[in-house]
């Protein structure tokens, strides 16, 4: 099964900035999932986005996806220090099938 | 709150020792579950499907007769890791899927296992 690639593999920005993190995939997906993971522990679902659909907020997440291009974007605005942790995307073929997960952007937040 | 729960949280056993975790879904059934295993500073890497009622789906690699998976309940999946070795050291996740079309995922918070 197909695995995302995430880039950059880790970043760096100082609180109040944005973040963006990307990630780019092969084959069809029903939609792509993007997570969250601090330090040891487990993971966070942050967003969903359909196949059909180009873009979505939640407070302060912005997800596009890009189904022609193959690749999805996550946007963090106005970054906190709280928001410092791994962030996976995930391919969902949809249903009750296994969702796979991308090779993750480790994000520092700096107060 | 969580939906899903792992148990132990985290556990340390010697080696040749098995050791079973638990992921129950707490307000919703799950007929499949995933296991996943991540090592140190990896991505997660999917180990097997758990299916109740029926055997088990395992990803390539990964050694069926090492890790037994029961799915005993709509709400109650196991990871049985036999013969525990150091290397066998790492997180296991598990995760169930809410349902309806997306495959949104529900994941346990994980249970590090340390083999001495």
């Known amino acids: 099964s197909q695995q995302g690639e995430e880039d950059p593999q880790a970043l760096s920005i100082q609180e109040g900035e944005n973040a963006t993190m990307n990630c780019s995939y092969k084959?069809?997906?029903?939609?792509l999932q993007w997570y969250r993971q601090n330090s040891g522990r487990g993971l966070v679902h942050l967003i969903l986005?359909?196949?059909?659909?180009r873009e979505k907020h939640s407070g302060r997440l912005r997800v596009t996806l890009d189904t022609s291009k193959k690749s999805s974007s996550l946007l963090i605005t106005a970054s906190r220090a709280a928001d410092t942790a791994s962030y996976f995307c995930?391919?969902?073929?949809?249903?009750?099938?296994?969702?796979?997960f991308g090779t993750g952007t480790k994000l520092q937040v700096i107060p | 709150g969580a939906v899903v729960s792992q148990h132990p949280s985290w556990v340390i056993c010697k080696s040749g020792t098995s050791v079973k975790i638990e992921c129950r879904s707490l307000?919703?059934?799950?007929?499949?579950m995933f296991w996943y295993r991540q090592f140190p500073k990896q991505s997660l890497m999917l180990m097997a499907t758990?299916?109740?009622?029926?055997?088990?789906?395992?990803e390539q690699g990964v050694e069926k007769d090492k890790f037994l998976i029961n799915h005993a309940s709509l709400t109650l999946s196991t990871l049985t890791v036999t013969s525990a070795h150091p290397e066998d050291s790492s997180f296991y996740i598990c995760?169930?899927?809410?349902?309806?079309?997306?495959?949104?995922?529900?994941f346990g918070p994980g249970t590090r296992l340390t083999v001495t």
């Open positions: 995760s169930a899927p809410r349902g309806g079309r997306g495959g949104e995922q529900y």
């Open positions: 084959t069809s997906i029903n939609n």
């Open positions: 986005i359909r196949s059909n659909e």
């Open positions: 995930a391919l969902g073929p949809g249903g009750y099938q296994k969702v796979t």
């Open positions: 307000d919703f059934q799950a007929t499949t």
């Open positions: 758990s299916n109740e009622g029926s055997k088990a789906t395992y």
